[in-house]
């Protein structure tokens, strides 16, 4: 399997997290079904508007992301990779 750090993986759980929650990290019921490709142009467009807006975050971890997404195959591969990502965060 296709490595990836522990800021790639945070980006990518991000995408999943209910906003509404104040404290810790819970999944969205609803988003935990988010597709490949919605996901990965989520994060192209994070990279997008940071981009133009000139803000100075380090964009390695989104390309990063951006670029295991991409090279992740469609279906169990996808679901089995985002499944062990949220086990963790889901109640």
Not at 11 to 35: M, S
Not at 55 to 72: C, G, M, T, V
């Amino acid at each position: 399997m296709l490595q990836l750090s522990d800021e790639a993986r945070f980006i990518i759980i991000q995408q999943f997290t209910d906003e509404t929650v104040p404290n810790g990290t819970v999944i969205h019921p609803k988003k935990k079904e988010k597709k490949k490709g919605s996901l990965t142009k989520e994060i192209q467009q994070l990279i997008h508007d940071y981009t133009e807006l000139e803000i100075e975050i380090d964009l390695a971890p989104y390309e990063e992301a951006e670029k295991f997404l991409r090279k992740l195959a469609v279906g169990e591969p996808y679901n089995e990779f985002i499944n062990s990502l949220l086990r963790p965060y889901m109640s």
